[in-house]
C-alpha cells in the first residue's frame, strides 16, 4: 500500500499564491507519475498537472502559466506552486501516485481544500 498526504491548502485572495505538497510513503517502490487533480462543487474531478519520474509534464489549458509542478523523487514529494489565483481555482486539491510493479495502480490523497476570495 501507498499513502498519500497532501498539505498546503487554505484560503487565498485573488491574485495570490499557494504551494501544495504531497508526500508518498508505504510501498512507495515503483512509483512512477505524481500528479494533482481537483474537484469543484458539482463539477467532476479534472486533471490539474501531471509529471514523470524523469520531469515530464503536462498541464490544463486553465491554469498554464500560472501553476507549477515539481517533485522530488528523493523525498517521494511532489509541489504544485499556484500563482495568480482565480476564484474559479476554488476546489479540492487530490493527489494522485501512479505506482507501476506487476501492473498499474493508482493511489489518491484525501485531498487539501484551496478557496479563492474575489
Known amino acids: 500500500q501507498v499513502q498519500v498526504v497532501e498539505s498546503g491548502g487554505g484560503l487565498v485572495q485573488a491574485g495570490g499564491s499557494l504551494r501544495l505538497s504531497c508526500v508518498a510513503s508505504?510501498?512507495?517502490?515503483?512509483?512512477?507519475?505524481m500528479g494533482w487533480y481537483r474537484q469543484a462543487p458539482g463539477k467532476q474531478r479534472e486533471l490539474v498537472a501531471v509529471i514523470s519520474r524523469g520531469g515530464s509534464t503536462d498541464y490544463a489549458d486553465s491554469v498554464k502559466g500560472r501553476f507549477t509542478i515539481s517533485r522530488d523523487n528523493a523525498k517521494n514529494t511532489v509541489y504544485l506552486q499556484m500563482n495568480s489565483l482565480k476564484p474559479e481555482d476554488t476546489a479540492v486539491y487530490y493527489c494522485?501516485?501512479?505506482?507501476?510493479?506487476?501492473?498499474?495502480?493508482?493511489?489518491w490523497g484525501q485531498g487539501t481544500q484551496v478557496t479563492v476570495s474575489s
Open positions: 494522485n501516485v501512479q505506482r507501476v510493479l506487476v501492473g498499474t495502480k493508482v493511489y
Open positions: 508505504g510501498s512507495i517502490l515503483g512509483i512512477n507519475a
